[in-house]
T-cell receptor, first 115, second 110 residues
């Protein structure tokens, strides 16, 4: 069964450093998403992406964040100048281009620890 | 501000019990409501609801949406220990934004 993959599974970085989280969505999916989940808290929407453009972003997704689909398979989230409060699990998700069907498939997540 | 509220936040039941999980929402440009199950890591999809009054069923799980009262329920009958998880309710908007609720943590004890 096709699945969304994410790398790395765990990333440790120092405050102020830049990190890139990578995702490979399911191959025939056209809509992509990033979420984060701080330990013990709810899943928070960051951004949705379609046709090489951001569709919608949350208040969390400020200038520190950017997304890119650099080739036909990868979807990346870049966090510039990481802060301690960026420590969280980051999930990538994707869905098909099927009108009216919102089922998203989630990747296993990348745990980001900022020290 | 868009929000999704779930209740209860935590629930402990015995195997065989029936549970009802609640989700209410205040979201502009509603498109659909989704239920997910989160065990150790990533959420897994359970149901998508877009129309009021139409029950979705999958085995012992069922869900229904009331768009007039802005809520949904998820029912689990004859609970098993494998049902222990966090159940997430999320609402998708027309602009492809997804708002999650805080989740209901369900523990099923033998």
């Amino acid at each position: 069964e096709p699945e969304v993959t994410q790398t790395p599974s765990h990333q440790v970085t120092q405050m102020g450093q830049e990190v890139i989280l990578r995702c490979v969505p399911i191959s025939n999916h056209l809509y992509f998403y990033w979420y984060r989940q701080i330990l013990g808290q709810k899943v928070e929407f960051l951004v949705s992406f379609y046709n090489n453009e951001i569709s919608e972003k949350s208040e969390i997704f400020d200038d520190q964040f950017s997304v890119e689909r650099p080739d036909g398979s990868n979807f990346t989230l870049k966090i510039r100048s990481t802060k301690l409060e960026d420590s969280a699990m980051y999930f990538c998700a994707s869905r098909e281009d099927y009108r009216g069907f919102d089922e998203q498939y989630f990747g296993p997540g990348t745990r980001l620890t900022v020290t | 501000e868009d929000k999704v509220v779930q209740s209860p936040l935590s629930l402990v039941v015995h195997e065989g019990d029936t549970v009802t999980l609640n989700c209410s929402y205040e979201v502009t440009n509603f498109r659909s409501l989704l239920w997910y199950k989160q065990e150790k890591k990533a959420p897994t999809f359970l149901f998508m609801l877009t129309s009021s009054g139409i029950e979705k069923k999958s085995g012992r799980l069922s869900s229904i949406l009331d768009k007039k009262e802005l809520f949904s329920i998820l029912n689990i009958t004859a609970t098993q220990t494998g049902d222990s998880a966090i159940y997430l309710c999320a609402v998708c908007t027309s602009y492809d934004k997804v708002i999650f609720g805080p989740g209901t943590s369900l523990s099923v004890i033998p």
